[in-house]
Every structure is written in structure tokens, then in C-alpha cells.
């Protein structure tokens, strides 16, 4: 969440001391580490206080911080950890036994968690993977209360299969009372959820288990005595108790979970906090956004006393020692003020690597070797069991004998207790022993199958970072674990563990690539394929971190780099370098291994090199110097970056091919059924929108393919007054199995907390196995987060070259049912007229990227353009018998040029480029048997007599199409080639998988050049503009007549106006600038 520690904050207010005061003491301070009392308070202070929101790097960058200033006046003589200053061995195996991951930073934010909780300052979780919830869940005794706090001990909760049946039943059991008294009422599709959820049971979805709740105020029954005032409440109070609303105190053994859970967008919402507050129940509040209402301060204050509560309006409510509050935002990057992180602690709940690989290894393990998995969760659960009993073996033996008042040695009775707890004590020490080493002996047994957990914690992370190319990428946990699922239990594979391990990582990087891709727009699909390829060979570790900077951040300034730069300037065999050229060459020469040498090579047969960087030919096909093969395919990638930029995108194909094999280089086709198959009653599928796409033909033809039939397909324009009617189609269809579309999400914004509570009610409730919801939408803010995680994404946009514009529109012929389309397709005449059509919808398509060179402006063509006009070809071709002249091209040109596609067009220089590109696709021409409708003859209509000979032509097209398959030049991909290459390392740049290697030498030389930087910019920068310092009839008043007072001129007054906005951009740059330098 937080990338770089916060500074000096070892100067702790004094309000962290108060807080945290009673905390300090609950082990001793001096049993993991040779401290001072004070340097120790003071680290376990400043961990508790300023930890949480930090990732596990930061946290202990700022902890050496720490320590190396307590070293200069404290005793330090080892280091500090976290866990061992306020955990225990046992407490952080309850916490795995509970379900949260076992790597480090899990088990330091459940501490944190944990401490923060029980001095009622509550935690605030960040949670994108929904782990903490999960833990939150199954937990109850950890958050037990400190003594201080609480001055009633809390009863004996009933077993949690009478909540189960009280709550299932609606009866007022102890759970009923509880709900009765705290003045809420369960929905009424989600009482079985509800029940489920109160005993224990864990829902694979983070939205199943929530409950939709509508709060009302606590008014308890009228009594004439104060008495039977307190007598109720009491009797209330218990039966709250009873129903676990003691909130994981202590003594809990059976009440798991949550009294409730909130969501702070709820009308209720704060109704439902006070009347938790007065009935001491437990709440979980999930923030619907960054925002936390400031009327929930008086939730957040340390409580005083019994005093009670005075909320906003005036009203008071009693305060309850039993009230717990826990905050869950499902936003991996909240930006909260300053007055949320004073009010209640902050923890970075996300998922790591470390986490995420060992769970993912449990799933492998259940699947590959069930028996093996058992065993360890068995002796897990004898390790825990045992250890408890030995602990509690030794606090007998000191109870008793510090109960001792004589002689213990005369004492029979206390010598008999002993000797037989030492005998009990040793057998849990043998079997502790035995067990421990019988756990090493299964975990390494497991680790056989970790690479597959590693490769697949690997993909997650970066299936995640694709959320900050575009917010609407996000894909939860749960989803990512199905398809993990889906490729354990699919794979067929033999041999022995290590092949089967291969063929599972190969399948999996394949699976999620395909699955994945569905739901890219296809601008960013060969960027995802890219970043897969960069992540598995940075994690063989073979490169270095400076060699991944280099090629997505360039060279780094430093004073070393820069005069040896200017060195080998001086040497004329470098003239034909450009400097930023030279100062790459130097840099990869400085990285050694096989890039050493690189410049002297370079320098030595200047003549060879300057003729290959400048030749047409494939760049890292044949390197001088026999360079081809000692580089890698990285190297060879930032070799290309250095003299040939702009085939970075060509160089960094040729990578991905060899990192991750010739599937991974075109994207997969697009499959709508394939999306179905995944999906569920509970699942929508989000189609993206691009501009001029509308999936409403597609969803009809899925529908006649499944045998639905369109008659049960409903589709609803989102818009004013369509909110109810969508609200009321989903509730009926997803009785009947029938299929919704909303489209049009991004255009109701209000619409969307109630597309969220269906979405919510579809997963809690009883559903039709065949009902499907499908949504459209263009890329919005106003998405609901919990449903973009839930949806299976596809995009819905022309795709990217012609290669792959030509299957599409070829997949789309095959698909279609027309019987005149089946009657024609036998035609040569059609056939060949068919495909120079196609090819002319490509063309106009790709021509758009190349800006200005394309067309003068940017039209918005679609495939219903490229439709109307092949059912036009149909019309005109029909009319004419086989084998027989007389087709109208003229008409066809007009209909398809100057209406069909000229429609759109607004400059009269691109509607004559159509009507040109139109003819030398489509005329008399075409039907020849040598056309070629294009500079290239890779596009040459091809010899066939069938649609399925055409498709297979054109399956052996390029990927990359040169320019004259456009009618430009050469030179005009130059531009193109460069801009690609730029767009994809900023791509690279911004998603979080390759900011994570930077180096301590990378960022302190980074750090160095942008001080160096902005105290140029600052001397550099102008003063401010004096008018006095103009000429004196600039700013001089005149007099228009004798009655009007002295004013400025039209062009006096824009002067004035224009000096004082550029002294205001003045100002707010060298302010800019003084920010950054301190």
C-alpha cells in the first residue's frame, strides 16, 4: 500500500504512549532481543503505531532507520522483530490454524490487528483478496480483551449448532434475542446464508456471506421502574452474550465469526453502530469507498469509564466494554486523510507472494497427493493441541506451587501432582519432538510441488498489476483459484513428480494467458503476454535488477557514467553514435557478462555495426562479432533498445516466443461461448465496450447456438426510469433461467448500488442454474469494486492488425445461419469480391494508428459498417446468375464509400482516400485471377475455391503488417514503430511487478539525479514579471472623453491579465520544485 517509509517518525506523539502504555507489557521486553527498556518501548511503540499501512519492505527499512538511532544513544546488540516482542510461537500458529496465510507479514499484520483491537483502538484492513476476512471469520479468541477494559467478564456463549438452528429458524433462540434486541432484521432471501454463516461455514465468495441488513432504533419495552429498566437490559444484554456478541472475548470457544457485518454506504448505517455500541456486539463495516463519515468519530474515541457516547445530533448511547469494531476496505490503494489514520489503525492486509505460493501449494498438494496433505493438517492440528496442554501443564505447576505455604517437600499431595504432570510433560515433549520432525519430512515431501504454487503465485501477481494499466482489469482471488483448480484436476499427465510439475506450469501460464486475454482490449494483450515473459525470467534470476531498470527506465544518472560517456565521445570512431546511443552502450558494456567487450567491439569495426543498425533486416538476427551467440534473448532485447528502439516491440516478440513458446505471441481468438462455459448463475459476464460495438447480436446468437432462444433473452437500456424495470427483469428471470443485459452500465451511475445489492442477492440466494446476467459498459469509476472482481470480462472492440481483422470477420461468416449467404459462398465471383471487401475494412481500420498519415482525422468505424455492406455485396451478386457479367460496381462503390463508410468521414481529402482504397480492393479487377490489391504481395487474393481455403490463406498472414499494405511509405512506420515502443514500456513501467526491483543503488542514484535535476530547474527558473519593468505605454491609462474616468486598453488589459497568470504558473512551479528538493 505504501511503497516508500514514512520520515522521522521516531519522534512518537506522546498520544502513542498513552495508547499503547498498557500494551507494552504483555510479555517481557526483554525476551527476544538485548535492548534497552527504552530503545525496546520505543520500536515496539513506533511498529504498533506507524507499521501497519507499510508494505513488509518498508517496514523493515524503517525499523534499521530505527535501530541505527537508538544505537547511537540506547543499547542495541541484536535486532528487534515484531513478532517476538508481542507474540508468541503458539499465538502465530493459532493464527495459521484460523486461516491466515503463514508468511511473516500475515503474521505481523494479525499482531497488529489483534493489539490495536483490544485497546479499542480498531483496525482499519486493507483487504483486496479478501485473506483478512477470511481470518476474521474463523477467529474469535485472539482479540480477547485486555483486563483493564473490560470490568464484567463475559458468559458462556451457547454452542454454535443452537445459533445455527435459532438463527435458520427465526425464532427468538439466543441469536434471535440478540438480533431483536440490537434492532435488526435479516433479508429475507439470505436466511439460509445467514444460518450457515453463524455456524461457522466459509463461502468460496467474499460477497456470499455478507448480510443485508436494515438496522432500526433500539427502543427497549416500556417499564414504570427504573429497576426493570436495568432488569431488561440486562436480560438483553445476556441473551447477546449468549449468541456471541461478546466479540471474541475471553473464554470464547464456540462463537466464531461476526454479529454482523455493515457497509458504510447503508442508510442504517450509523443507526446500526449505536445500537451495537449499546448492545456490545461485534461489527465488521466494509467502506464502500476512501471516504469515512465523520460521524462515526465518536465510535473511534477511546471509551472513558462507562461514560456514555454522545453522537452527532446530541443523542447518547451507553457504552458497552463488550463492543468490538473492525473496518474492511476491499480498495488495494485507499487514499485516506490524515484524521483517518490518527482515528484508527491502518493495516496493509494484502496478499503476498509468500502467502499466496503457500496456499496455492495446499490446493496442488489436496489434488496431487490428498493422503499427504492430511497427514501435515493433522499433525498441524496434534502440534497446536499438544503445545497447549504443555503450556498449560506449567501453569499448574506454578499455580500450585505458588499456593505452597509449608515445606513442598512434606507435601504428598503436591509432590504426586508434580511427578505425574512431569511425566505428562516429557511424553508432550517426546511427542512434540517426534511430530516436528515428522512435519520436516512431509514439508519436503510437498516442496516437490511447490514449483507449480510458485509459478501460479507468480501469475497472480501479475494478472493483478494489469489493474493499474486500467481499473476495470481487476480479477479477485477466488477467480484466479478456480482456474488453478480447473488446471490441476484437467491436466492429464505421467512420469514422475518433477515433469508432472512442468506440464502443470506450462498448462497453467497458458490457461490463465488464454483466459486472461479475454478480457484485455487489444492494445494491452501483447503488454500482458510481455510482462508474463519478464516476470519468469527475472524470477530464474539470471539478469540483473539494473538490467531490468535499463530497459524501462533508461540509463541511470550517475557522475561515473557520465565521464566515461564523454571519454569515449572523443574517440572519432563513436562520431556515428547519437549521445543517448553511446550512453546505452556504455551502460550494458558496464554490466559485464556477456555484454563485456560490447563497446570495444563496437568501436573496433564501426564501419560493420553502423551498416547493421542502419540495414533493413532483422535486428538481432546476425549481431557483428559474433554477438548472436553468447546474448541471451533479454540481452538481445536490450541491445535492441540501445541502437534500434524502434524494434523494440519486434525484439521484445521474439523474447516472449522464446520465454514462453509461439502461443503466447498472438493473442487467442475471441470466444463468447468459451466465456459462457465459465461463467455461472452467479457470475455475470461484463462485456467492454469500445466506441460504435454493441455485443447485442452476440449474446442472440450464443443464445440460439445453446438453444435458449432469443424470445428468453431480455435486453435493457440503462437510462432514466429503467432502473426498477431492470430490477424487477433480473428478479424474474433468475426464476425462470432466462438471461438479462443491462447495457449501458457507465450511463446510470445511480443504478449501480442496486445492480451491486442483485449481484449480492444472486450469490446468497436460490438461483436458476440457467439464468445468466450479462452487463455492458464502457471503462467507468462508478463500477461497483466487489462486482468488476466478480464478472467474467470480455472486450468488445475491432481487433489489432489484418491478419486478425480478416479471421474475425471470416469467424463471423461461419457463424452466421443466413441460407442466401450458404447459397452464394459457392460462387468464385463472391467469394473473391467477399474477401477484397474484408481486406478494405482491415485497411481503413489499421490506417487509424498511424494518426495524421492515416487519415486526417480519426473515424469510428465498426463491424456493422463492414456488415451492411457484405449483405449490399450479397444483394448485388444475387441479381446477377452465375458465370454471367453485368455487376454494378459503381452502385456497390457508392452504397459502400461514399454512404456505408463516407457517412463518418468529415474531411473531403479522406473521403476521396476511400473512395480510392474502396476501388483498389473492390472493381473488375478484383475478379482477375493475378489481382494484387496491394503494394505487398503478401496480400494477394488467394487461389481458392472455398471459404475455408480463404481462411486457411489467411492464417498465413503476418502478424506484423508493413506499411504498404496501407498505400504508405516505408518511412511511415517509423513513427508508428517508435510510438509502440514508448507506449509499451510505460505500460511495463506502471504495473507494480517490475517497480518491486528496484535496487537500493538504483533508488539512491535516482534520488541523487532528481535533486541534481531540481536544483537546475530552480536556478534556471525566471523571476517573476514586474510591470513596472514594461514599457511606459503598456500598462498607461487613456482617457476616452471628458466624462469617463482613466482606463486601460483592450491590449493594456490582456497584457495584465497574461502577467498575472504566468507569475501565478511562476509560482506554483517553484513551489512544485521546492517540495520535491525537501
Not at 5 to 19: G, H, S, Y
Not at 464 to 472: D, E, K
Not at 509 to 538: M, N
Request: some cysteine.
Amino acid at each position: 500500500m505504501f511503497s516508500r517509509p514514512p520520515l522521522r517518525l521516531f519522534l512518537f506523539p506522546p498520544r502513542a504512549f498513552v495508547f499503547l502504555s498498557p500494551v507494552l507489557f504483555v510479555r517481557s521486553p526483554f525476551a527476544c532481543c538485548s535492548l534497552s527498556s527504552s530503545a525496546f518501548l520505543r520500536l515496539r511503540a513506533g511498529m504498533l503505531s506507524y507499521a501497519g499501512p507499510l508494505t513488509g519492505a518498508c517496514r523493515k527499512s524503517l525499523l534499521d532507520q530505527w535501530i541505527g538511532k537508538c544505537a547511537e544513544a540506547l543499547k542495541v546488540s541484536a535486532p528487534f522483530s515484531l513478532l517476538h516482542a508481542l507474540s508468541s510461537p503458539e499465538e502465530e500458529r493459532e493464527f495459521v490454524l484460523q486461516g491466515l496465510p503463514g508468511d511473516r507479514l500475515s503474521l505481523e499484520n494479525a499482531v497488529l490487528a489483534t493489539r490495536s483491537a483490544r485497546r479499542h483502538r480498531w483496525p482499519l484492513l486493507v483487504d483486496p483478496q479478501g485473506q483478512a476476512r477470511k481470518w476474521l471469520r474463523n477467529t474469535y479468541s485472539l482479540w480477547s480483551c485486555s483486563p483493564s477494559s473490560s470490568s464484567a467478564s463475559p458468559s458462556s456463549p451457547s454452542s454454535s449448532s443452537s445459533l445455527s438452528s435459532s438463527a435458520s429458524s427465526g425464532g427468538f433462540g439466543p441469536w434471535g434475542r440478540a438480533r431483536h434486541a440490537l434492532g435488526l432484521r435479516r433479508d429475507r432471501g439470505r436466511q439460509g446464508d445467514a444460518g450457515a454463516t453463524l455456524a461457522g461455514a466459509e463461502s468460496s465468495s467474499r460477497d456470499a456471506e455478507r448480510f443485508s441488513t436494515n438496522p432500526r432504533p433500539f427502543s427497549p419495552p416500556a417499564s414504570s421502574d427504573r429497576g426493570g429498566k436495568e432488569q431488561m437490559a440486562q436480560a438483553t444484554a445476556r441473551g447477546a452474550r449468549e449468541a456471541g456478541a461478546d466479540f471474541l472475548g475471553e473464554g470464547e470457544e464456540n462463537s466464531k465469526g461476526f454479529d454482523l457485518m455493515l457497509r458504510s454506504d447503508s442508510p442504517s448505517f450509523l443507526d446500526g453502530l449505536a445500537n451495537a455500541v449499546n448492545m456490545g456486539a461485534r461489527i465488521l463495516v466494509e467502506l464502500a469507498d476512501d471516504f469515512l463519515d465523520p460521524a462515526v468519530g465518536p465510535f473511534l474515541a477511546q471509551p472513558v469509564s462507562s461514560a456514555p457516547l454522545t453522537l452527532a445530533g446530541g443523542s447518547r448511547v451507553a457504552w458497552n466494554p463488550h463492543f468490538r469494531l473492525v473496518f474492511v476496505t476491499p480498495h488495494a490503494t485507499p487514499s485516506f486523510g490524515p484524521a483517518v489514520y490518527a482515528r484508527v489503525t491502518v493495516i496493509n492486509f494484502a496478499i503476498t507472494p509468500a502467502g499466496l505460493e503457500e496456499q496455492l501449494l495446499i490446493e496442488a498438494v489436496k489434488q496431487e497427493n490428498p493422503e499427504l496433505e492430511e497427514q501435515r493438517d493433522a499433525l498441524v492440528v496434534a502440534i497446536a493441541e499438544d503445545t497447549r496442554r504443555k503450556h498449560k501443564i506449567e501453569e499448574d505447576i506454578l499455580t500450585l506451587l505458588a499456593g505452597v505455604t509449608g515445606d513442598i517437600l512434606v507435601d504428598d499431595r503436591l509432590v504426586d501432582v508434580l511427578a505425574a504432570s512431569k511425566r505428562m510433560s516429557d511424553d508432550l515433549r517426546k511427542r512434540l519432538q517426534v511430530a516436528e520432525e515428522t512435519t520436516l519430512t512431509l514439508d519436503r515431501a510437498r516442496d516437490l510441488f511447490r514449483g507449480v504454487a510458485a509459478r501460479g503465485a507468480l501469475l497472480y501477481f501479475v494478472v493483478a498489476a494489469l489493474s493499474r494499466l486500467n481499473a476495470v482489469y481487476r480479477q479477485s482471488l477466488n477467480a484466479f483459484l478456480r482456474v488453478f483448480r480447473h488446471v490441476l484436476e484437467e491436466t492429464q499427465g505421467e512420469g514422475n513428480v518433477a515433469q508432472r510439475v512442468t506440464v502443470l506450469q506450462r498448462e497453467l501460464t497458458l490457461q490463465v494467458y488464454r483466459r486472461t486475454c479475454h478480457g484485455l482490449f487489444e492494445r494491452h494483450k501483447f503488454c500482458f503476454a510481455f510482462l508474463l515473459a519478464l516476470a519468469i525470467d527475472k524470477r530464474g534470476g539470471v539478469a540483473s535488477k539494473e538490467a531490468y531498470d535499463f530497459l524501462v527506465r533508461g540509463c541511470p544518472a550517475s557522475d561515473d557514467l557520465h565521464a566515461r560517456v564523454k571519454d569515449v565521445a572523443r574517440d572519432r570512431r563513436a562520431s556515428w553514435l547519437t549521445e543517448q546511443k553511446l550512453q546505452q552502450l556504455v551502460f550494458l558494456d558496464s554490466l559485464g557478462g556477456s555484454f563485456a567487450g560490447l563497446l570495444h567491439a563496437v568501436l573496433a569495426t564501426p564501419e560493420a555495426w553502423q551498416r547493421f543498425v542502419d540495414s533493413d533486416f532483422d535486428f538481432s538476427s546476425s549481431l557483428p562479432d559474433g554477438f548472436e551467440e553468447t546474448l541471451t534473448p533479454f540481452q538481445a532485447l536490450l541491445l535492441t533498445k540501445a541502437l534500434r528502439p524502434e524494434e523494440l516491440v519486434l525484439a521484445a516478440r521474439k523474447f516472449v516466443a522464446s520465454q514462453l513458446g509461439a502461443e503466447f505471441i498472438e493473442p487467442p481468438p475471441r470466444s463468447l461461448s468459451e466465456v459462457y462455459r465459465d461463467s455461472s448463475a452467479c457470475t455475470p459476464i461484463l462485456f467492454l465496450l469500445s466506441s460504435g460495438v454493441d455485443p447485442t447480436e452476440e449474446i442472440n446468437r450464443l443464445a440460439d447456438e445453446l438453444g435458449a432462444g432469443r424470445e428468453d433473452v431480455h435486453f435493457v437500456s440503462l437510462g432514466q426510469g429503467q432502473g426498477a424495470r431492470a430490477a424487477a427483469l433480473v428478479a424474474a428471470a433468475r426464476e425462470t433461467g432466462e438471461w438479462v443485459c443491462l447495457q449501458n452500465c457507465h450511463l446510470a451511475p445511480s443504478f449501480m448500488p442496486t445492480l451491486q445489492r442483485l449481484h449480492e442477492e444472486l450469490c446468497a440466494g436460490s438461483v436458476h442454474q440457467n439464468f445468466r446476467l450479462f452487463l455492458t459498459s464502457m471503462p467507468c469509476q462508478t463500477f461497483p469494486l466487489s462486482l468488476l472482481e466478480s464478472t467474467i470480462k470480455i472486450t468488445s472492440e475491432p481487433p489489432a492488425g489484418i491478419k486478425a481483422n480478416l479471421l474475425r470477420i471470416y469467424a463471423e461468416r461461419e457463424d452466421s445461419e443466413d441460407p442466401e449467404l450458404r447459397q452464394l459462398e459457392q460462387r468464385r465471383d463472391f467469394q473473391r469480391l467477399f474477401f477484397g471487401l474484408a481486406l478494405f475494412h482491415a485497411v481503413a481500420l489499421e490506417r487509424r494508428k498511424f494518426g495524421a498519415i492515416g487519415w486526417n482525422n480519426f473515424y469510428d468505424w465498426t463491424p456493422w459498417d463492414c456488415i451492411i455492406s457484405q449483405v449490399q455485396l450479397m444483394g448485388s451478386i444475387a441479381e446477377v446468375p452465375r458465370n454471367q457479367t453485368g455487376f454494378s460496381f459503381d452502385a456497390l462503390t457508392f452504397s459502400t464509400a461514399a454512404l456505408n463508410y463516407g457517412g463518418r468521414v468529415t474531411d473531403a481529402m479522406d473521403l476521396r482516400a476511400v473512395d480510392a482504397l474502396f476501388r483498389s480492393f473492390v472493381s473488375t479487377h478484383t475478379l482477375e485471377q493475378d489481382f494484387l490489391p496491394s503494394q505487398t504481395p503478401l496480400y494477394r487474393l488467394p487461389d481458392a475455391t472455398s471459404f475455408e481455403a480463404y481462411r486457411q490463406a489467411i492464417g498465413r498472414l503476418p502478424l506484423q503488417d508493413p506499411p504498404e499494405a496501407f498505400g504508405l511509405h516505408r518511412n511511415a512506420s517509423l513513427m508508428l514503430k517508435e510510438r509502440e515502443a514508448r507506449e509499451l514500456l510505460s505500460w511495463i513501467l506502471s504495473s507494480s511487478q517490475l517497480r518491486s526491483s528496484d535496487s537500493s543503488r538504483t533508488r539512491q542514484i535516482s534520488d541523487s539525479s532528481a535533486v541534481k535535476l531540481v536544483g537546475d530547474l530552480l536556478s534556471r527558473l525566471p523571476p517573476l514579471l514586474d510591470r513596472h519593468q514594461a514599457h511606459a505605454s503598456t500598462f498607461e491609462a487613456s482617457r476616452n472623453n471628458a466624462t469617463k474616468a482613466p482606463e486601460l486598453s483592450p491590449l493594456s488589459v490582456f497584457f495584465s491579465h497574461e502577467v498575472a497568470n504566468f507569475n501565478a504558473l511562476l509560482h506554483l512551479v517553484r513551489v512544485s520544485l521546492l517540495e520535491v528538493q525537501q
